[in-house]
């Protein structure tokens, strides 16, 4: 046998059951939720039994007079929560990661796990302080409140309430990961670029905005796709703090989805949700690849 051939075997014998994995984990169940999205599913009957319905879940998704309602109400909240989050976390990251840069080695070694540690802590947990936080009438913040003079906020009784504490417990667990990329794309911009904008006069303020900046755009394009990406998914929040309280006007879209499969066994009608979730995420990536993709190297 070839050397060539032998290497080519060896790649495919440790690939193998990545693959093999990847398929049975991803590929089989994406495919799945595609045909499901077009069925109205029974149990009894199985996936390949069921009745085609064609577009009705999609129908019943968007002009249903309670599916619709839930939908849409689910949307606004996510695209909310999306269009808060997003541009939050990643000026904080870079805020931060500003900061820390000048600093030494350990110094930034220091900060960088304490900013990290967070994001490898079960999110179930920390939802879970959060809503003892968030608590309207023993909560930490609510007493604070009162401490303060203000009558506290019924953080769990009202929709907007209720996402806006899904928006705070959500802020300090991003950012950790948006600040090491952050670091170590700011160890990459020429010191010489930097030294001829001081040299042309430049302040801190010119220096970021016409050197700095540009040059963090491909790190900034990642985190813009990913924490969109992630925010479109938020779960954990909603199902441990509200539970969609108060009358399921605090859900997200995926929320939704897990509401409609599992609760209401509309397995045709969740899957539905998670195609619409799909084109929305990956509208927002071409728009984003189009405005803040760069062809700056350094």
Known sequence: MKLETRRKLWGLFFVGPNMI??????????AGAVVLAFKDYQVGRGLWGSPWVGLENFRDLLFHPVFATDFYVALQNTALITLVLVPVNIGIA????????????????????????????????IAIVWQWMFTEHNGLINLALRALGHPGVPWFSERWSAVAAIILSSI????GAGIILYLAALGRVPQELIEAADIDGANAWQRWRAVILPLLKPTTLYLVVIS???SFKIFTPIYVMTRGRPANQSTSIVFEIYQNAFDASEFGLASAEALVLFAIVMAFAVVQFGYLRSDEEY
């Open 94 to 125: 870079l805020g931060i990661a500003a900061m820390i840069f000048p600093l030494g080695p350990r110094a930034q070694g220091f900060f960088k796990g304490a900013f990290y540690l967070p994001g490898i802590v079960s999110a179930v947990i």
């Open 228 to 230: 969109t990406i992630e």
């Open 21 to 30: 994995l990847f398929a049975a984990f991803v590929l089989v169940p994406v």
């Open 172 to 175: 300090p667990y991003a950012p």
